[in-house]
């Protein structure tokens, strides 16, 4: 991956948002086990500064609820963003199912991509795979995230 974004950030300059993340690489910290805000972190862990995202894992959510100095338990944050993604995405998708069957008449089309079961790495690819990166922004959102909630109650 390294040489690919080097070629990237010396193409696009190094104040493009993804190069600038990337260059964020270099804060992270590969853990030997240990603790942070007195939550184990599992051998050979990498994370960056500050540490905690509350949908990754249950350990995490541990920590996020402490750097977020928010009044649940890791577990409660861990199910509620799990809870709030499950929602954000059969939202997302009623959209997209609306819009692709509905506006564009490809229902015939999308019945076929709702009953494909994916191999494995058709899952796993977009995610580990540097190259198929990008199909991730169109579920991301805009970055950064906003700070608090709005008046629906979306974090």
């Given at each position: 991956?390294?040489?690919?974004m080097?070629a990237?950030?010396?193409?696009?300059?190094?104040?493009?948002?993804?190069?600038?993340?990337?260059?964020?690489?270099?804060?992270?910290?590969?853990?030997?086990?240990?603790?942070?805000?007195?939550?184990?972190?599992?051998?050979?862990?990498?994370?960056?500064?500050?540490?905690?995202?509350?949908?990754?894992?249950?350990?995490?959510?541990?920590?996020?609820?402490?750097?977020?100095?928010?009044?649940?338990?890791?577990?409660?944050?861990?199910e509620?963003?799990?809870?709030?993604?499950?929602?954000?995405?059969?939202?997302?998708?009623?959209?997209?199912?609306?819009?692709?069957?509905?506006?564009?008449?490809?229902?015939?089309?999308?019945?076929?991509?709702?009953?494909t079961?994916?191999?494995?790495?058709?899952?796993?690819?977009?995610?580990?795979?540097?190259?198929?990166?990008?199909?991730?922004?169109?579920?991301?959102?805009?970055?950064?995230?906003?700070?608090?909630?709005?008046?629906?109650?979306?974090?």
């Amino acid at each position: 991956v390294k040489p690919t974004m080097d070629a990237y950030c010396e193409f696009f300059g190094s104040g493009d948002e993804v190069c600038l993340q990337y260059q964020d690489c270099d804060n992270i910290i590969l853990t030997g086990g240990g603790q942070v805000l007195g939550v184990a972190i599992p051998d050979g862990a990498l994370f960056m500064n500050p540490p905690g995202i509350n949908l990754d894992n249950k350990w995490l959510a541990d920590i996020g609820v402490q750097v977020r100095e928010i009044e649940l338990t890791g577990d409660e944050a861990f199910e509620i963003a799990q809870s709030l993604a499950k929602r954000a995405s059969i939202s997302w998708l009623q959209t997209v199912e609306s819009t692709v069957s509905a506006e564009w008449g490809l229902s015939v089309f999308w019945n076929a991509v709702k009953a494909t079961i994916p191999s494995a790495s058709a899952k796993e690819d977009p995610f580990e795979k540097f190259d198929q990166f990008p199909i991730q922004f169109i579920s991301a959102g805009p970055y950064p995230p906003m700070d608090g909630y709005d008046d629906n109650g979306i974090y």
